[in-house]
């Protein structure tokens, strides 16, 4: 077996949402009503929707994180399972599940309000849970879940040289022995901005720019970008997911590859209206590079 051929074991701690995604042709200014045009109900969150990414394009996962005990947590625990991720590291917690509010425009932006419900108890981890950083090749984390879990879990995984990959989304102050625990940042353009003073002490940087691509700055300070392949955009929702995702996945075959397959992969995942819905195989991410190199003469 090649490095290429390898399948990582991706340990993915962090949130999972029912997403309540309305359609509109513009969305409200304050105090205003518009009508909508569309409704959809579909599991979500940036740790769910990252762990199903990743076993799509191709690792082996396994999915730390907490849903209620409500209406939503059987659909939302179904979503990882009918993927493929493991879920002997989801714990079901008193009160509501975590739900986002969605709402996207004639232009497929969205925007997004996220009440954490059960992601917020998720603020210890157990034996297991170290256990299933320890065991695996990357921990994979956002910032939907208390920080003083993701700062555990980085640490543990330092410890047992578990590559750690955060993409720190939703933006927000993280100590500072948490940035040193980070091997890769996966970060927006925006996100990039806010966190510059932060993300010169991070070994491999990836920041993405949506419909341009996405650009690598490695620890020697060598640089590669990779352009997205062109798609018509319905929803731009968890296209940083997806894109996050397959990154994690194809990590292991160098920055040149899995950069080229996230921004296949974050292409793909604005095709449809839906965040974990819209996420790609590893077998559609390839034909879209495919596509795009023999469209490359364009
Ligand atoms: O990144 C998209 C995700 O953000 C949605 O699925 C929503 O649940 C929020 O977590």
Same mark, same amino acid.
């Given at each position: 077996m090649t490095t290429a051929d390898r399948v990582p074991a991706i340990a993915v701690l962090g949130s999972i949402n029912m997403d309540l995604v309305t359609t509109t042709g513009r969305v409200p200014e304050p105090g205003e009503t518009v009508l909508g045009t569309g409704f959809v109900m579909v599991p979500g969150g940036k740790g769910a929707n990252q762990a199903v990414a990743a076993r799509r394009a191709g690792a082996t996962v396994e999915f730390l994180g907490a849903v209620g005990e409500d209406v939503f947590a059987a659909e939302l625990r179904s979503t990882l399972t009918d993927s493929g991720?493991? =879920? *002997?590291?989801l714990r079901t917690v008193p009160g509501p599940s975590g739900v986002a509010a969605i709402v996207v425009d004639a232009d497929g932006e969205n925007s997004i309000i996220v009440?954490?419900? #059960?992601? #917020? *108890?998720?603020t210890a981890l157990d034996a297991d849970d170290l256990a299933a950083i320890a065991n695996a090749d990357i921990l994979l984390c956002q910032l939907e879940i208390p920080i003083s879990a993701v700062a555990a879990a980085a640490a543990h995984a330092k410890a047992n040289r578990t590559t750690v990959v955060l993409n /720190?989304? /939703?933006v927000a102050e993280l100590p500072a022995e948490l940035w040193a625990h980070i091997d890769v940042a996966v970060v927006n353009s925006g996100e990039a901005e806010r966190l510059a003073p932060v993300l010169g002490s991070v070994p491999h940087v990836v920041v993405t720019r949506g419909a341009d691509g996405a650009e690598y700055r490695g620890p020697d300070g060598g640089s590669r970008s990779s352009p997205s392949p062109v798609v018509d955009v =319905?929803?731009?929702?968890g296209a940083g997911d997806s894109f996050t995702g397959a990154l994690a996945a194809a990590w292991h075959r160098g920055p040149r590859a899995a950069l080229a397959f996230a921004c296949a992969a974050g292409a793909l995942a604005?095709?449809?209206?839906?965040a974990g819905v819209a996420i790609p195989t590893a077998a559609a991410i390839d034909a879209a590079l495919a596509g795009r190199h023999r469209s490359s003469a364009r």
């Open positions: 991720v493991g =879920v *002997e590291r009440v954490g419900g #059960a992601n #917020a *108890e998720l /720190p989304s /939703p =319905v929803d731009t929702t604005t095709t449809r209206l839906g």
